[in-house]
């Protein structure tokens, strides 16, 4: 059988040690690209679950999970709620950059004032108008007490949604966040922490904006958990394309040397015969 002193001394050559290195880099770098997909899959099915669990929970009155001033929980997204009030259209905003079915639009956003304090409702969304600086049609909402019932949820940031905020050069009466601590200081009233994605309210408006969908789960991380078995596999792949190589480098020199070994033979039977 060859050893190193024989047909497996390629090995210890510039070259192959230099792919010798390659593979013992990539057996580590896949195993912890496999290993961060993997801690993905377990926190986005986590995530999905408790939205799952959230999303199905029974309404409970605002006050059992949001406070006046207070902040809201990630733990608690989406849990629905009810709230009864009044709408304050007077301080209706529009939210940019919000589009729905593959079409641009705006959600609209209406303090709904209660004797603790106000919650801002998403009502729902509306398409754009004409151009950008035509204003699109809204809906009114409700005149006198109304009962929401919403999905609750915390106040946007620039890290929650991606979206950069700014104020400046908006037209009135829009904003590109529902940050109840900006749009709170800018009210007569103080806020709740959250606020409400509207389902329903009674009683039930005559036009209302386009309902906002409920979240889209996804796979719940399952192609998180399906790129880690990838990862892991390629080493699998890695050690056994490093193993058939160096069999078919041995198997060639093989070759070459029983080839070399019988041309040899043959011209010493010829310089014997002469």
């Known amino acids: 059988m060859p050893t190193l002193d024989g047909v497996y001394r390629f090995l210890l050559t510039r070259r192959w040690l230099a792919f010798h290195l390659l593979v013992l880099l990539l057996i580590p770098a896949f195993f912890f690209l496999g290993k961060w997909q993997f801690g993905r899959f377990e926190e986005r099915s986590a995530s999905s679950e408790r939205t799952t669990a959230n999303l199905n929970s029974a309404p409970v009155p605002l006050d059992r999970l949001d406070t006046v001033g207070g902040t809201v929980s990630s733990d608690v997204k989406f849990r629905p709620v009810t709230v009864t009030g009044k709408y304050d259209a007077s301080h209706e905003l529009l939210v940019r950059r919000r589009p729905q079915n593959s079409r641009v639009g705006f959600y609209v956003v209406t303090p709904l004032v209660t004797p603790q304090g106000a919650v801002l409702v998403n009502r729902g969304w509306v398409p754009a108008g004409a151009t950008a600086e035509t204003r699109p049609e809204v809906p009114p909402p409700p ?31 829009q904003v590109l966040l529902v940050n109840t601590t900006d749009i709170g200081a800018t009210l007569p009233y103080r806020l709740y922490g959250g606020f409400v994605e509207l389902t329903g309210q009674r009683p039930t408006a005559d036009r209302a904006p386009e309902p906002v969908p409920a979240p889209d789960l996804g796979g719940g991380g399952g192609l998180n958990l399906a790129y880690s078995v990838q990862w892991w596999l390629f080493i699998g792949v890695a050690v056994g394309g490093w193993f058939l190589l160096i069999r078919r480098e041995a198997r060639d020199l093989s070759a070459a040397d029983a080839e070399g070994d019988g041309a040899g033979k043959d011209q010493e039977e010829v310089r014997a015969q002469s």
Do not use: F, H, Q, Y
């Not at 991606?162 to 400046?168: F, H, K, L, T, Y």
């Open 143 to 173: 005149s006198g007490e109304v009962t929401v019932t919403g999905r609750l949820k915390p106040s946007e940031t620039e890290d929650t949604t991606g979206i950069r905020n700014r104020s400046a050069g908006l037209p009135t009466g």
